[in-house]
């Protein structure tokens, strides 16, 4: 069965940088397209980015374009999300989740979901 463990979050000022990793366990990652999805208090789970299971079909959101990058080590079994130029609107629970059906910016398409890690933006 397949586990995603999130990490990386925490709390940085406007303009820095994290990377959040998403660890599989379980099961390899391999065939999984991957999905960052964000959740900011009192609002719905939006797509982030997206990377196909060959690394090569990807997806951002218009809100993250030029700041975010998102990235897979299919050997380590896991995939990244490189944030840079962080704004307070980026704050949110940042959640990663699996799909054997291919990505899409739909959640419902994916089946395992990490437990979040928390973003904060903040002076």
């Known amino acids: 069965q397949l586990q995603l463990v999130e990490s990386g979050g925490g709390l940085v000022q406007p303009g820095g940088s994290l990377r959040l990793s998403c660890a599989a366990a379980g099961s390899t990652l391999d065939y999984f397209a991957i999905g960052w999805f964000r959740q900011a208090p009192g609002k719905e789970r939006d797509i982030v980015a997206a990377?196909?299971?060959?690394?090569?079909?990807?997806y951002y959101a218009d809100s993250v374009k030029g700041r975010f990058t998102i990235s897979r080590d299919n050997a380590k079994n896991t995939v990244y999300l490189q944030m840079n130029s962080l704004k307070p609107e980026d704050t949110a629970v940042y959640y990663c989740?699996?799909?054997?059906?291919?990505?899409?910016?739909?959640?419902?398409?994916?089946?395992?979901w990490g437990q979040g890690t928390q973003v904060t933006v903040s002076s």
């Open positions: 989740a699996a799909s054997r059906y291919g990505w899409s910016v739909r959640s419902d398409n994916y089946d395992h």
């Open positions: 990377v196909g299971w060959r690394g090569v079909n990807i």
